[in-house]
């Protein structure tokens, strides 16, 4: 019988080795606990801390704006003041000179005419600068040639060709005297 009574309060009773074993084990939790609450009242001071220096204090920005135009000019004054004439022209490179169909375009732009293409021509063995009507608007015809300081009547260079397929009003084919025409070469000389 005194086997059955160890086993009853063993199993069913407190035993001297579980009840060491728990109050260790709450010592430790209590330990762990206490300094977790420490380090987490450390935390929340050092955030308020931290949080209270660069709150309070800053650097002050001066900031200046610039000053603007007392009334600003819309794009309509601009093209008012300088408007864009009704002429559409293309320009060809004739001569095969690097770059030139864009420098003639950057000249007859200066001048109010509308470039609406420049590239290469079909061939670089153009000899003489030809400008070449496509349409029925002579008007423009004698613009761009005065431009050009071309005479309306030098046949061997302002041409009368009508081309219901071109979308342009004029084609200009820079040929390899555009060094004679003087208002050109005045503008490729002061710009380039």
């Known amino acids: ?55 309070q204090k800053g650097v002050p920005i001066k900031t200046t704006f610039p000053s603007l135009p007392d009334q600003t000019r819309l794009a309509v004054e601009i093209y008012e003041q300088n408007p864009v004439l009704d ?3 293309e320009v060809l490179n004739g001569c095969g000179e690097a770059g030139l169909a864009g420098k003639v375009s950057e000249f007859l732009r200066n001048n109010r005419i509308d470039v609406v293409r420049s590239e290469n021509a079909d061939h670089f063995g153009y000899d003489r600068t030809l ?18 300081g071309f005479d309306l009547n030098d046949k061997s260079r302002v041409l009368v060709q009508p081309d219901a397929n071109s ?13 004679t025409i003087r208002p050109l070469t005045d503008f490729l000389n002061h710009k380039f």
């Open 167 to 179: 979308d342009v009003d004029l084609t200009l084919i820079i040929g390899k005297d555009y060094k």
């Open 1 to 55: 019988m005194a086997k059955s009574q160890r086993r009853k309060s063993s199993l069913f009773g407190p035993s001297n080795k579980r009840a060491k074993g728990r109050k260790r084990w709450s010592l430790q939790n209590s330990i762990v606990n206490s300094a977790i609450a420490i380090l987490s009242l450390l935390l929340i001071a050092f955030i308020f801390s931290f949080s209270r220096q660069y709150t």
């Open 87 to 89: 002429i559409e022209v």
């Open 131 to 148: 400008l070449i009507q496509r349409n029925e608007k002579f008007e423009n015809l004698k613009t761009v040639s005065a431009t050009l």
